[in-house]
């Protein structure tokens, strides 16, 4: 699998929504990922690479460059923001092993200018000396780094004056039109100091979060990022 740059990112991505915590400002991307200027960190959740791999072995037909797009995006944002740090919160690998976890070892040693963190999710249940042995670095259940908890799933409770970034439930919202058709679109949730990123992962699907939930509900239209939903902070 290779990874050239084959496709133009809009400059949306770069500029972002942006969204600020206690002081802090983070810009939601197009591309369903969180650039965190200051501290020169990018957020992603549930990439899950190799679940590709994982259904072939169970004998479903499923195409073998089906992550190369996710590949590649990871590729873009990282040649135009330049991170010092990644952090991916949780599901980057698919469940049990397959040789797809070769190719994600071999895409993070291609960025040795980069500290990759994992902190592990649900499917993340390979070997401990996989994680060990990979360029990165591993968080079993949280990442606490300055105002922030980075997690997979959320906190049972909120942390007053820390912000929960995590994944986990592939948050999505569905628009509705004048003729009843509808759209599903992903989103970033925010409620009670937590903060919800959309699925990166093209192989993944999308949980609805319905309009009456109360909360903050920014859409990922495919060109900009556009708030559904907003209420006062309370961080």
């Given at each position: 699998?290779?990874?050239k ?18 002081g802090e400002?983070l ?11 200051n501290?020169k ?5 549930d990439?899950h690479f ?9 004998g ?12 590649i ?8 923001l330049?991170?010092v ?22 895409y ?28 990165l ?10 105002n ?28 509705k039109?004048?003729?009843?058709q509808?759209?599903?679109?992903p ?11 959309p ?6 699907g ?12 920014y ?17």
């Amino acid at each position: 699998m290779t990874f050239k740059r084959s496709i133009k990112l809009n400059k949306i991505i770069i500029e972002g929504f942006k969204w600020s915590f206690g002081g802090e400002m983070l810009k939601f991307l197009n591309e369903k990922a969180i650039w965190i200027e200051n501290e020169k960190t990018l957020l992603l959740a549930d990439t899950h690479f190799g679940k590709a791999g994982h259904f072939r072995k169970a004998g479903i037909p499923v195409p073998e460059n089906i992550h190369l797009h996710d590949y590649i995006r990871l590729d873009h944002l990282i040649h135009l923001l330049d991170p010092v740090m990644v952090v991916f919160l949780g599901d980057l690998f698919h469940s049990e092993y397959n040789t797809d976890w070769e190719t994600l070892n071999t895409y993070l040693t291609r960025h040795p200018q980069i500290d990759f963190h994992l902190v592990k999710g649900n499917h993340d249940i390979l070997n401990e000396e996989k994680y060990l042995s990979a360029k990165l670095i591993l968080h079993h259940q949280r990442f606490n780094r300055f105002n922030f908890i980075f997690t997979h799933e959320p906190l049972p409770l909120s942390v007053p004056g820390k912000l929960n970034i995590c994944g986990h439930f592939h948050p999505g919202i569905t628009l509705k039109g004048r003729g009843k058709q509808g759209l599903k679109l992903p989103c970033y949730f925010y409620r009670d100091n937590c903060l919800i990123l959309p699925a990166f992962g093209s192989f993944t699907g999308l949980m609805n979060i319905g309009l009456d939930k109360d909360g903050e509900i920014y859409a990922v239209t495919g060109q900009k990022v556009i708030p559904i939903k907003i209420k006062n902070k309370v961080g």
